[in-house]
């Protein structure tokens, strides 16, 4: 089995942007209203579907719901279906997503609790 693997830093892959946030890494201000979210949350999905990975981390990710939106997109733009999962059960910080495509059924979920804040993960693949 040959798996594609992507990571993906998103930087502020949210729907609802904490207000406190201000600019991007490049020093850009970010535009702080929900359609502007949706369309940063659009152009990930986009660039994901493109590379088609078997499994995609993506980094710096607010919430479950911003993990499904970009799953949605993805299959509604290219028709590939994933199954998502989350780093956390909070909403507002970064955390990390996981898209998985559906054709792998059989993995774990393993928490990586010594990592700092509890915000990463990793998965097992059983064959």
């Given at each position: 089995?040959?798996?594609?693997?992507?990571?993906?830093?998103?930087?502020?892959?949210?729907i609802n942007l904490p207000t406190d946030i201000k600019y991007?890494?490049?020093?850009?201000?970010?535009?702080?209203?929900?359609?502007?979210?949706l369309t940063h949350l659009r152009l990930i999905a986009k660039?994901?579907?493109?590379?088609?990975?078997?499994?995609?981390?993506?980094e710096e990710m607010g919430s479950i719901d911003a993990v499904?939106?970009?799953?949605?997109?993805?299959?509604?733009?290219?028709?590939?279906?994933?199954?998502?999962?989350?780093?956390?059960?909070?909403?507002?910080?970064?955390?990390?997503?996981?898209?998985?495509?559906?054709?792998?059924?059989?993995?774990?979920?393993?928490?990586?609790?010594?990592?700092?804040?509890?915000?990463?993960?990793?998965?097992?693949?059983?064959?």
């Amino acid at each position: 089995m040959i798996l594609r693997v992507l990571t993906y830093n998103t930087e502020w892959g949210f729907i609802n942007l904490p207000t406190d946030i201000k600019y991007d890494a490049g020093g850009h201000i970010i535009p702080h209203s929900k359609e502007a979210q949706l369309t940063h949350l659009r152009l990930i999905a986009k660039n994901i579907g493109l590379a088609n990975p078997s499994i995609c981390f993506m980094e710096e990710m607010g919430s479950i719901d911003a993990v499904n939106y970009i799953r949605d997109e993805i299959n509604d733009i290219y028709g590939i279906k994933y199954t998502t999962e989350y780093s956390s059960t909070e909403t507002g910080f970064q955390g990390v997503g996981i898209l998985i495509q559906n054709w792998i059924t059989d993995y774990n979920i393993i928490e990586l609790l010594d990592f700092g804040y509890h915000r990463a993960f990793g998965i097992r693949i059983n064959k």
